[in-house]
């Protein structure tokens, strides 16, 4: 089990880091480092994003103070197939996007502690944008995004009180490339830019949890996110171009332009959560963040139509077991979740906030004894809006995801 476990994390890794581009269609990708990807299971986008609840079967990826109650050593993979309706004042257009969302394995080392690691997308960039005005074309294309791979622990320091420390590595490239083309003009130019990001970020979690009544329990989490200086190795192209009837573009005279690297602080955010439930019943919780998104700035260029403010989310969700020790009834002894979510994610464009909302839905389908599980989750939400001639995103998300679980390093009793 040990040797097979080691093997589909490397190949998943290795698949992950090398065919991982991109990942979404937004056009709202093109402003700082990309559209922040959800830091969570599929289990947890099933709850509306929820992280504060943990148990000893499911790795937790939001919170590290959550690992101290994990007692199986446990392997997950999850992926997510996203498709997305773009409409504008006068045009409407899809997108399509299948990713592979996080691999990480988990186990713990004592009674009271768990680690963890894995890798997971951070951020991505993918739009392809043409502005047309007067006798000018203006076309940006965008791909790439960020990587992080992570480390984390959590101990149980006193009786339900939890703590936790996570260490990422992130890094990627973001390509960006502008072609502008003008009626009657023999030649367009087109500039290419390329940043290669890299910098670690911390994160410090802690949680409580305590029986309320026999059947009453109570959880509540903390985790804060300093705000972390990520270098940027940038270049740029610009050449001179010419294109024929089928949009295709040569490129005629190539001149690398000097632009130098630069340092950038991606900001701080602090998320705190409570939640209500019977044990290995059901549970009902809330998470409320904070992002200093106002400190936060382009890598390169600014775009005099946007800008950035604090942003905020809510996430709201929950599940519900009917019995999980059934013995008659299989769907008994599944797990049904539900939740909501709302965001402001900091972005304005063009005086207009730029939010984002989803509801999910989603089930755990138990197998193997019941401490391996098969989770499948389904979301529909909205980003952005049509005013100010911006684009409002219509998405539909299908996640899937495996958690495989068993039990390592357990003595025997007899040879």
Known sequence: MIK??????????????N?????????????GIGVQQFKGTVENRGMG??????DSLHLNLSNPAQLAKLRFVTFTVGANHNTVTFNESNNTSKGTNTTFDYVALGFPVAKKGGVSFGLMPWTAVGYDIEDIQD????????????NRVFLSGG???YKGLSLGVSATYNFGNIQNETLRIQDDVELGTLESNRSDLSGFVWEFGAQYETMLSDKLELRSSIKYVPSSNFSSENDRQIASVVTNDLGLVQELDIVDSNIADSDFDFPSSTTI???????NKWFVGAEYTTRKTSNFTNRSFNAEQASFVDGS??????????NYNSVSSYFERVTYRAGFRYEDTGLVVSNENINEFGISFGVGLPARRNISNLNLTFEYGQRGTTTANLVQENFFNVGLSLSLNDIWFLKRKFN
């Open 135 to 146: 006798d000018f074309v203006t076309t940006f294309d965008g791909r790439g995004g960020l």
């Open 313 to 322: 989310s809510l996430n709201v969700g929950g599940f519900y077991v009917p």
């Open 4 to 17: 097979k476990v080691i093997l589909l994390v490397v190949l998943v890794l290795v698949f992950k880091t």
């Open 19 to 31: 065919a991982q581009e991109g990942g979404t269609s937004s056009p709202y990708s093109f402003y």
């Open 155 to 157: 101990y149980e320091v």
């Open 273 to 279: 959560g409570l939640g209500l439930g019977a044990p």
């Open 49 to 54: 994003g929820l992280g504060l609840y943990s």
